[in-house]
């Protein structure tokens, strides 16, 4: 993201994790905190009820200092197969952003209006939105590593997944087990600057604890200071929806 390279461009890099590996041990307790979290907010059967959660209504404002994600949008998403469609208006008319889990498509006034560039533009988007949606559950996806690093946190790392496997997520937890701050490395920017995410005012929304104020930005003061971090004001939250394939796909004749 743009305001993530201007952080790095201002703050320039932090150390990067030592590469580590924790032991059996240290994974088996590490599983142990996630799971923990996750029970913090989900309950007890968090694990089936997060595969059958269904379809996902938020309505999200965002603060965003360089504009790229919709100022006040209305998303559906389905977190079980990572997909979603956020609705926004712009100066150009409604703007919808589809997202199959795979690919992109810009809707504006109803017909396809976007380069290649823009749909992988967009699809980093809404798959990073869809990611911090999903914490702490995506800490126990498929070739996440969770591992005990010490002082009541845990470190997550990833293998054989996805387009980062340098990525690292180190989470803590508030009094009540939620997620309160992490600390980690997006590596499609750099391997080396570290980002800070800060979870704070929760509701809970169907038995859900959802985090109702998110800030992202960089860790180090000094970039915070030339760049406000990105914020995410979730204004309200349904789940158990009935989904379409339709939601997410490009319409007929739109680029692929």
Not at 89 to 109: C, F, H, K, N, Q
Not at 165 to 187: K, M, Q
Request: with cysteine.
């Amino acid at each position: 993201m743009r305001w993530a390279a201007a952080a790095l461009l201002a703050a320039g890099c932090s150390a990067a994790l030592p590469a580590v590996r924790p032991t059996a041990e240290e994974e088996a307790r590490g599983r142990a905190m996630a799971e923990a979290a996750c029970r913090a907010h989900g309950g007890a059967d968090w694990r089936a009820r997060w595969r059958a959660i269904g379809g996902v209504r938020a309505h999200v404002r965002i603060v965003d200092p360089l504009g790229f994600y919709p100022a006040d949008g209305n998303w559906l998403l389905d977190p079980a197969r990572n997909r979603a469609l956020v609705r926004f208006w712009s100066r150009r008319g409604p703007v919808e952003w589809r997202y199959d889990g795979a690919r992109a498509t810009i809707l504006v006034g109803g017909a396809c209006s976007s380069t290649p560039g823009e749909r992988r533009l967009i699809g980093g988007l809404v798959s990073n939105f869809l990611y911090w949606f999903g914490v702490p559950f995506k800490f126990l996806d498929e070739g996440a590593h969770p591992s005990d690093a010490g002082g009541g946190r845990f470190l997550v790392t990833y293998r054989g997944v996805g387009e980062t496997p340098d990525d690292w997520f180190l989470a803590e937890t508030d009094a009540a087990g939620r997620l309160a701050r992490i600390t980690y490395v997006s590596s499609v920017l750099s391997r080396y600057l570290q980002f800070r995410g800060e979870f704070r005012a929760y509701r809970d929304f169907g038995g859900f604890a959802v985090a109702t104020e998110r800030s992202f930005g960089a860790r180090s003061q000094a970039a915070r200071g030339v760049l406000a971090p990105v914020e995410h004001h979730v204004l309200d939250v349904e789940t158990g929806l009935a989904l379409d394939d339709a939601f997410f796909a490009a319409p007929p004749g739109c680029d692929p």
